[in-house]
């Protein structure tokens, strides 16, 4: 049979406007609905016509998922608040400041309108073979087309890869994991906590999906603790073009210091692997040492320990490298925070 | 000129405040009762045969109307150049739909519903089962001994060795291995061309120049990525096929549309108030317009076919990638003696795009090398269609020459806007290739020297070079000056307007709205001619059946040129005439009288020009268009009938003189600043002056200076195509992946300057501005690249930070230069 795009496929559409009708919604049509929130994401499945569900329940009458709120000295945000609205509050700005940084560094002034922060960290990966609707093994195939002599993945993994090379292409999934954050997860009348940093899985884990979200499922909540209020923040995207890309590489940290050590760290670099990667090994490296550009020099070629790059993603091994000794270093460098 | 000033001032055009209030209908903003929708299946194959097609399904499902197959389509019809001539049809010519698709993406039959949700269902419920056919994305890779062909005949059009006055034909072009010895080094093989001129001594030059250099450089391909996309609707009415669609050319593209459909011009009326951007993609509209009139005509029902922008990547157009090895000999004191220019052109499957070939023409004019050998070859491939693009073969021309430019002003020690004045053309320029006679040809003017130096001084050039390559942190800075220059303008077309006793001025514009204005602005040489208010002029514009003039594409930058002048010839026309009818109303010898302020007047006697009209009419004869100039074109003279006896006419065809070529120039400069451990870079500041003549609107003059400048940036940029060379198939099908540049790419104050001397062979001083612009942009950028981080890193665009970063990480270029598409 023949195919075609850019034409969306009939569905039944549900706009719930309360939660708990979302919920009702989700657990009544299961693995036949797809859930929207800005649709930035999943537009694009329905326009390719790779994803024909018969349900969609689009979320944006839902007010109760939309807001942040102050929760002991701490932030609770809403999963369908769009990233102007993140990168806009003052609290963000004023206490978790790389996040305001990575969701104002989003795609574009119009996407970051209608684009919400559960939909930038929940998002597919954009493998360009994939969402092509190429029967990789992450499409549910037996091959990787992005990993052949020919291929182009200039924008894949180097690190992690297994079986399937790509990336999570979030900006505001790795400033969550360096904050902390956690992910409330609703189901029926269940809810469930998890924490950002298991929020995101690899191929190893999931070859089908970049998180733990399953059918049925809603991200409802990210919260954000008060654990990293006002540290020293670092947030760094490199792309293409100044505006309307995902990340090459991205980069957050945060550090706490006293007296010039580093007491407390955490160092996350995104679209270099199927999930944003906290480098454990970074941060405990870096944990007691000065706060100096021998530091930030180890913490880069820890950094990049075990990288395999592909045929034309050999440049974000020492982009990486050179992110997270900037990352380390903090508000000592060159930043475009 | 008249004494109401227009020409040179700023005015609001008719059409702005439709506009910006989004009031203005382009093609897929109609609607007509009844209408039905198509919608096309696609190739997914870079070059496949249909074998077998069932579409019983499909047909069988409510709402779906007709299916159309390549069966169906009239014969490939001959084509109109830009200059009108007539090139005989090509039975391997591109087509609306094919059973042989030649790229993946190419329409291969289209399907009419009642609505596109049923179109697209139909299309999925259609059984068709392709042969897969031998492919290649790659030129090198099909130009190596033995290597894949597009096209079961071979690679490249040629006329076989027995026939060289016949017809071209596609055949094998192979270079042998021999060719390849510096590929490795990343050296482009010069195996044998197919086009090549010379002149001067280039061996002697090179013997004797002090610096010598041999660089290769590739070029992107881009898609143009048009605002509007190839969207049409089709009727038929009382025997006459009605097309909307959006077109360079508003009378020009009713000829293609009657030659692709079989028709006679007078049973095809086009309505093309507005056209979202062409480029040159769609000079006189696109052949897939023709999909919804054949449709329409099998259902007896009006056809919408919108284009989605997926599929206006495929069919859009790409503007070639050409690779380029310059060999450039220099004199101590910069000047270009000997360079030797080898070309090679990506093509589709079709007809060659001429980028490759005529990029030589360019870097002749424009460093004017005292000796200089050319030679070309344009390589056919399975990709989409490559279609002239502002600035075709001169962007390449220049991107090649910029870097090599660039390179000798720093190993010789000149300054960069230096090297470039010693080298640039001026005044009656001359420029290969060698015209039959073996004499070089000549440009009607160049300014080329007083744009660097204008520029030179508003962009402050001085403190930015003494800043370039300064590192501060990990930042660097680099600024960069290129020249750029393309075809500036055409001759031979007609203007055509009448004043009518109501005292006011009905210009007939059968310019194509693309959005540069020109078809507008040239009108109003006419109206400052004929001392008439710009509120009483009305333009008449858009729709075919309104009786428009014989009238240029506007590609190439010809409109304000040719159509100034066409304006010029018949406000003179109707200046005469009114001269003429005021001597025999009033008395005295028509040459005391003077047109101005809406009066002819001897200076005692006085009508007005309403009374001339009336005057007119009562005369008859040549006066209001009863009797019309025997050397105007046809289409002229069938619309002028049907305008005669409204008023007083003007109509004549441009018969003046020119000795040259029209070129535009252009110096761009730009500034950027490199993070060296990302390779991420910023462009901080743009400005660019324009050299060509008298300017006419100055706000569209800076829009297309600067606009013009930044479609050249993406090519510096990000843009590009990339291809799975091993599937033959695209891998950035989305807007978004093909990164054109967006406004937040590019500085927020950017200049602009015009050096404003006119044109000393045409009578308004006019030359086009939409190309030129381009090539300054992009080499602009990179060279402010290479003075930030030294020659040798940036081997092909778009500059990337990937390749800059593995380069100054690696100390040496590490991207693969000549791999086509990644």
Sequence with gaps: MATIHDVIAPFQLFQPTNLDDALDLLDEHGEAAMVIAGGMDSLDWLKDRLRQPQVVVELSQVSELRGIREVDGGLEIGAMTTLTEVAEHPAVIDRFKILSDAAALVASPQIRNQGTLGGNISQDTRCTYYRRGWACYRAGGNTC????????????????????????????????IALDAEMVIRRGGRERVVEADDYFVGPDTDIRHLNVLEPRDLLTTIRIPATWAGARFYFEKVRDRMVWDFPLVNVASAVRESGGRIVDARVVVGAVAARPLRLRAVERAVTGQALDEATAERAGEIAIRGNRPLRYNGYKVPLMRNLVRRAVRGGMGASNA | MGDTRLVGQNYTTPDLHAKVTGRSKYAEDFRVDGMLFAKLLLSPFPHA??????????????????????????????????????????????????????YAGEPVLAVAAVDEETAAAAIEAIRIDFEPLEFVVDPLVSLRPGGPNPREQGNSWGRPAGNPTGPLVVQRLEWSEADWSEYA???????????????????????????????????PNTQHHVLEPRSAL???????????????????????????????????????????????????????????????????????????????????????????????????????VALDVFTLGENHAYEAQGDAISSGRIISLLYQPQAMRF????????????????????????????????????????????????????????????????????????????????????????????????????????????????????VGFDGLFVIRPDGRMYVQSGVGNLGTESYSDVHRVAAEMMGMPWEKVAIIWGDTSQHLPWTCVSGGSQTTHAMSRAAHAAASDAIAKAKEIAARTLGGNAASYRVANERVSDGTRTMTLAE???????????????????????????????????????????????????????????????????GQYQVLDYMAVGDSGTIIHPRAYGGQVLGRGVLGMGHALAQKTVYDQHYGLPVATRLYQSRPPTILDVPRNMKWEAVNLPDPETPVGARGIGEAPVGAGASAILNALAAALGDDVIRRAPATLDNLLMALEHGRPMQEPLTAHI
């Design chain 1, 145 to 176: 087309y992005a990993d052949t002599p020919t291929a182009i993945n200039r924008e894949h993994a180097i690190l992690e890869a297994s079986r399937c090379v790509a990336v999570n292409p979030s900006d505001t999934a790795p400033a969550l």
């Design chain 2, 375 to 490: 030679r070309g070859a344009t390589v056919l491939t399975n990709t989409p269609p490559r279609r002239a693009q502002s600035q075709p073969g001169g962007l390449q021309g220049v991107m090649l020459m910029e870097p090599v430019m660039s390179k000798a002003a720093r190993q010789l020690g000149i300054d960069q806007v230096e090297i470039r004045r010693i080298n640039a053309p001026a005044g009656k320029a001359k420029f290969g290739p060698p015209a039959g006679n073996g004499e070089l040809q000549y440009s009607t003017s160049s300014f080329m020297r007083e744009a660097l130096a204008r520029g030179s001084e508003m962009f402050d050039w001085e403190t930015r070079k003494a800043r370039s390559g300064q590192r501060q942190g990990s930042k660097v800075r680099g600024a960069g000056v290129a020249v750029s220059s393309f075809v500036g303008g055409s």
């Design chain 2, 612 to 678: 001339v009209a009336r005057r007119a009419i009562a005369l008859g004869g040549k006066y209001d268009g009863h009797e019309l100039p025997t050397n105007i074109n046809r289409v002229t003279t069938v619309a002028a009938s049907a305008l005669a006896g409204r008023g007083l006419m003007g109509v004549a065809r441009d018969d003046y003189g020119r000795d040259g070529g029209t070129f535009s120039f252009v110096a761009g400069f730009a500034e950027v600043e490199v993070d060296v451990e990302t």
């Design chain 2, 49 to 102: 045969r249909v074998r077998s097609v069932d579409t019983s399904a499909a047909e069988a499902m409510p709402g779906v109307r007709a299916i159309l197959r390549a069966s169906e389509l009239p014969e490939p019809a001959d084509t109109v150049t830009d200059l009108g001539e007539t090139i005989r049809a090509n039975p391997l010519s591109e087509r609306a739909l094919t059973d042989e698709p030649v």
């Design chain 2, 185 to 219: 080094e990343g050296r482009l093989p010069a195996g044998t061309p197919q086009a090549q001129w010379s002149y001067g001594d280039v061996e002697a030059g090179f013997a004797a120049a002090t610096l010598v250099l041999d660089e290769t450089f590739s070029t």
């Design chain 2, 234 to 336: 089709a009727y038929w009415r009382d025997g006459k096929l009605y097309m909307h669609a959006g077109t360079q050319s508003a009378v020009q593209t009713v000829a293609s549309i009657a030659r692709w459909m079989r028709l006679d011009v007078s049973e095809v009326v086009l309505l093309t108030e507005y056209t979202g951007g062409g480029f040159g993609s769609r000079a006189t509209g696109a052949v897939i317009y023709t999909i919804p009139a054949l449709l329409a005509r099998k259902t007896n029902a009006p056809v919408m076919m919108r284009i989605t922008r997926e599929e206006e990547q495929y069919i859009g157009g790409i503007r070639p990638g050409v690779h380029g090895r310059v060999k450039a000999g220099f004199a101590s004191d910069g000047r270009l």
